[in-house]
């Protein structure tokens, strides 16, 4: 039962998330599909490294796939991206792994984006993927603050209440806000995160931006470890699963 | 009748062109629609810089619209963008300019980005905003290509059977190609162009990206001002009006 890495590109719009559920079409049943129909597998079984919500997009999502013979990477990343059409998902490349590595738990960090669009027209060539945002934000000052969530901290005030983690002590090893343009692009890096915890820096953080609060503040919130203290949680459609990394790291095969 | 330059931005795969045609839904048409909804003119008519075709997008279209009554033209942006959902159309900005200014015949400059995808994965973030091209580009033989086409010429082998120019003879001031990681993104700068003139250099380009034709196959093709010599009409999905250039400049306004 050879087990390959999947490098997947996806647009979340498509989806209810990545996870498998009753009656609503996910990234996970699109995948397994595909492979059912190539007849890879009888009873094909995934997993990702990043269980992303429903209309969160994906540059770089890392999962696994068990087929029932071995099979050339190129040719198994073109035959499923044959067999996915027509939704929004991609193959990028296929790597061979052990048949003990774990997209999710051989995973050593997630990167995330989070791009706002922050002008008075709504987007037209960007519509599902960024949040809009009327006014103009003070991005240094949003990177300022966030600076304050960088490290190893109790991130509870920005857990969803269905986060299923065991412990909210995360270590955010990166927290980057900075302007192009009509955009503030943020960028989230740690070994992994709680469950909307990205989206929920993100809704804190356009406060400051807004001028409502300052980086004080969200070190109050945070320190509050309570939901209630922090901000909203941004829309989904401005996020984006940009990469992970794993260790042992899959050999992406080039061509 | 106040006459008003609007900045705008869409997502061709909405429409059928800029141009109104009967039975489908254009650019100007939801346009014209959206005034009318606004009780701004009694017959709204507009007329656009880049006369764009179906599929094609636009981050920085220009038009002119009349309106029976004037209005400060951040409020006349953000009405419209209100009246324009759920249409994939936004307005960027808007300025008052003289009666007699035209959206096309005061233009001196179009610039198009045209954006292919060469990677072997289908796009699935992309997908309808570039040409997916299976095999890696050489971007670098495009780009020296290029120049073949830059300057005043007779452009009779890249222009649309349906061009209703007078006169094949354009100036090109800039065709530039260049990789940016899995994309090969050309700039085209003219003060005009024929029908299709870009997409086709572009498909005639992408025969020397694939390394069938040279550069000097590019010049033969060119001197032959026939259709047939040159490649094949690039699709639209990839093509971008990104900005127009006028002599008097409109004065965007902030806010």
């Known amino acids: 039962m ?31 599909e595909a492979a059912a129909r190539l007849a890879l597998s009888q009873a094909p079984s995934s997993a990702a490294a990043g269980r992303t919500d429903a ?27 044959v067999h996915l ?19 999710r738990f051989n995973a050593t960090g997630r990167a995330y984006r989070y791009v706002i669009l922050d002008r008075p027209a709504p987007p037209a060539l960007e519509a599902g993927r960024v949040w809009h945002v009327p006014r103009r934000l003070d991005a240094a000052a949003m990177h300022h603050a966030a600076q304050v969530l960088v490290g190893r901290h109790d991130f509870s005030s920005f857990r969803a209440a269905a986060c ?18 009509d955009h503030v692009v943020i960028v ?4 992994s995160f709680l469950h909307h915890q990205v989206r929920n820096m993100v809704g804190t953080l356009v406060r400051v931006g807004q001028g409502r609060w300052t980086a004080a503040d969200v070190r109050v919130a945070l320190d509050a470890r309570d939901r209630a203290a922090a901000g909203r949680t941004a829309p989904a459609e401005g996020l984006c699963l940009t990469g992970v ?8 095969a080039d061509g």
Request: hydrophobic content about 45%.
């Open 2 to 32: 050879p087990r390959h890495a999947l490098l997947l590109e996806y647009d979340g719009r498509g989806f209810a998330g990545w996870q498998r559920q009753d009656g609503q079409m996910t990234v996970q049943q699109a995948l397994e």
């Open 55 to 81: 209309g969160v997009h994906a540059g770089g999502q890392v999962a696994h796939l068990d087929l029932d013979r071995p099979l050339e990477p190129a040719r198994l990343r073109d035959a499923l991206n």
């Open 85 to 103: 059409r027509p939704h929004p998902v991609a193959i990028l490349a296929a790597a061979p792994v052990a048949a003990d590595w774990h997209a």
């Open 164 to 181: 299923q983690a065991k412990d909210p002590v995360k270590t955010l090893a990166r927290l980057d806000a900075a302007r192009h343009g």
């Open 188 to 191: 989230a890096e740690a070994r």
């Open 245 to 252: 990394t794993h260790n042992p790291a899959p050999l992406w």
